[in-house]
């Protein structure tokens, strides 16, 4: 590895600095699972990795453009806090969670651009307090029974029209009739609430280092949280007819993952089309937003 633009060499193969990068946190978030008594906790790491594997996809250029390099300083740093987690979770033998990834994350940064490149990772390196933080909030505010009992509705109206004979009431809906009948209820959790300030701020956090008018903002932000709120209606959609047609077991399992996957997907459009709409500043490089100035572009004749 040589000067600013690391790279490694394994026989006729090269692997660059932001490869690398990549690699390095792939080993340091599997690394738990060889750790006796550790481990993962299999929800928050699939969290944790689709939302850096939506965010590498749309960032990838600018990783690519980075230019900074981790101190020694800002290495041992980064080292010795992703060695604590490990330390800590063999010790009290627990699982690595949403805010160990986090840490884990935020010191292969450290280790690999320095703290200065936070300009650039401060999105993924605060989602999982985003989420924290939408946990807390939905714990802290009353249960909107109301809301149960609208989308318990919805949803058995759903399933009627798909040809599943569904009746609710209040938030729980049974699907079918006699010994084949299933009740599922529409706890407070699936109202999403959480899931949609966590996923509705995710969608807009990285559109705020563009500095857009507020004119301009205002608009794309309503986008993100309606946006997440339809995807959790579909979520819900989506469980009901596993329940149905595949089964409890299956039920479950897309109950946990298929709300994730489907507000991943929705971010990914969501970015994709408010980069566009926003657009970029003009006469400014991509690389200078990265470093953090911007630059004239140099007119030739």
Request: net charge neutral.
């Amino acid at each position: 590895m040589e000067g600013d633009s690391w790279s490694l060499k394994l026989g006729p193969l090269t692997i660059d600095k932001p490869r690398l990068f990549i690699l390095a946190i792939t080993a340091a978030y599997l690394l738990p699972l060889a750790i006796p008594g550790v481990g993962l906790d299999d929800p928050y790491f699939f969290i944790m990795v689709l939302v850096l594997a939506a965010w590498f996809i749309i960032k990838w250029g600018s990783v690519k453009a980075l230019q900074s390099r981790g101190r020694y300083w800002e290495v041992a740093i980064g080292l010795v806090a992703i060695g604590a987690v490990y330390a800590y979770k063999a010790v009290i033998h627990a699982t690595v969670g949403l805010l160990d990834l986090l840490v884990i994350f935020s010191g292969v940064v450290l280790a690999f651009y320095g703290i200065k490149s936070f300009r650039l990772f401060w999105v993924p390196a605060t989602y999982g307090l985003v989420l924290i933080l939408g946990y807390q909030l939905e714990s802290s505010i009353p249960n909107y029974v109301a809301l149960q009992d609208w989308m318990a509705g919805l949803m058995a109206a759903s399933m009627n029209a798909i040809g599943v004979t569904a009746v609710s009431s209040g938030h729980i809906v049974v699907l079918n009739s006699g010994s084949n009948a299933l009740a599922l209820d529409v706890e407070g959790d699936c109202t999403g609430l959480q899931g949609i300030l966590a996923f509705g701020m995710l969608s807009t956090m990285a559109l705020l280092d563009m500095k857009p008018r507020l004119s301009r903002l205002v608009p794309i932000f309503a986008i993100g949280f309606i946006g997440a709120f339809l995807i959790n209606i579909l979520r819900l959609i989506l469980v009901f007819i596993t329940f149905e047609f595949l089964g409890v077991a299956m039920g479950d399992a897309v109950h946990v993952y298929a709300g994730y996957t489907l507000f991943i997907v929705w971010v990914l459009i969501f970015w994709a089309f408010a980069f566009r709409y926003l657009g970029k500043p003009a006469n400014v490089r991509p690389e200078a937003l990265v470093q953090g100035g911007p630059v004239p572009t140099v007119k030739r004749s």
